[in-house]
């Protein structure tokens, strides 16, 4: 069985803060993908990352970063100097390639509120 | 990025009727989409996977009389919640994958039922 755990219900930061997202799974799967969502109040959800089981090399994309540590089984997301529009609902997921049925698996999500 | 729309975005009904939700890959051949059910303040909920002209895989729980899934062709899945009543009210999101790559999976913008 696959779970993502995201411990964080709700996040306030004021504007031009460093927020860093935890994400913690599970699966029995060797090979997997781990996926960051952002879903603003529209309600879309907005491809972040995806990451691969084999690579755990660390993603910088402008303000946004992602620290894989398989060992610790943790994918977190760290936003740097953030803005007001980073405001939204944020979800880590899991897709497991075997026993995961290659489906997606998500976290409970985290809101992040950014405030002036 | 590979782009999927879903219609209509929000749907108001008369309990005892039947809605039909349409997502559609636009550039690319689904090979898989999925339906999510989410409620508000709540994760993404699994509903089905259906797989191009094949029947869906109904998860646990989901009735597959009241939420019938059709996936006819590579690029149109259609969800139809049939005799609808106010606890079918939600927000209901299709994903697609498949193609050439496409380990991730991308979203419609969703559809938002309420049933009155």
């Known amino acids: 069985a696959q779970k993502v755990t995201q411990a964080q219900t709700e996040i306030s930061v004021v504007e031009k803060e460093d927020v860093t997202l935890d994400c913690v799974y599970e699966?029995?799967?060797?090979?997997?993908?781990l996926f960051w969502y952002k879903q603003p109040p529209s309600g879309e959800l907005v491809f972040l990352i995806r990451?691969?089981?084999?690579?755990?090399q660390n993603e910088i994309s402008g303000r946004y970063s992602w620290n894989f540590q398989k060992s610790t089984s943790s994918f977190n997301f760290t936003i740097t100097a953030s803005q007001v529009v980073d405001s939204a609902v944020y979800f880590c997921a899991l897709k497991g390639l075997t026993g995961g049925g290659n489906k997606l698996t998500f976290g409970t999500g985290t809101q992040l509120k950014v405030e002036l | 990025g590979a782009v999927v729309s879903q219609h209509p975005s929000r749907v108001i009904c008369k309990s005892g009727t039947s809605v039909k939700i349409e997502c559609r890959s636009l550039?690319?051949?689904?090979?898989?989409m999925f339906w999510y059910r989410q409620f508000p303040k709540q994760s993404l909920m699994l509903m089905a996977t259906s797989n191009e002209g094949s029947k869906a895989t109904y998860e646990q729980g989901v009735e597959k009389d009241k939420f019938l899934i059709n996936h006819a062709s590579l690029t149109l899945s259609t969800l139809t919640v049939t005799s609808a009543h106010p606890e079918d009210s939600s927000f209901y999101i299709c994903?697609?994958?498949?193609?050439?790559?496409?380990?991730?999976?991308?979203f419609g913008q969703g559809t938002r039922l309420t049933v009155v």
């Open positions: 550039d690319f051949q689904a090979t898989t």
């Open positions: 990451r691969n089981s084999f690579d755990e």
């Open positions: 994903s697609a994958t498949g193609g050439a790559g496409l380990t991730e999976a991308f």
């Open positions: 699966t029995r799967d060797t090979t997997y993908y």
